[in-house]
């Protein structure tokens, strides 16, 4: 998803809507939400993840 900026992001995050729906993506899905301010031209967010994951996987050794 794509928000105009991290203010709005955070907005949608708060909302009563999409609290209301949080538990069944939590407790049914694995997933990642990082909130990205910006990337360059070959940014992706599979790619960025998959950074994350092996930053974490790297730590954990």
Known sequence: MEFPDHAAAEKWYNSDEYQ??????ANNAISDLVLVDSGGPDFTVAGFAQQVRNAVEAASH
């Open 20 to 25: 209301a729906i949080l538990p069944m993506r």
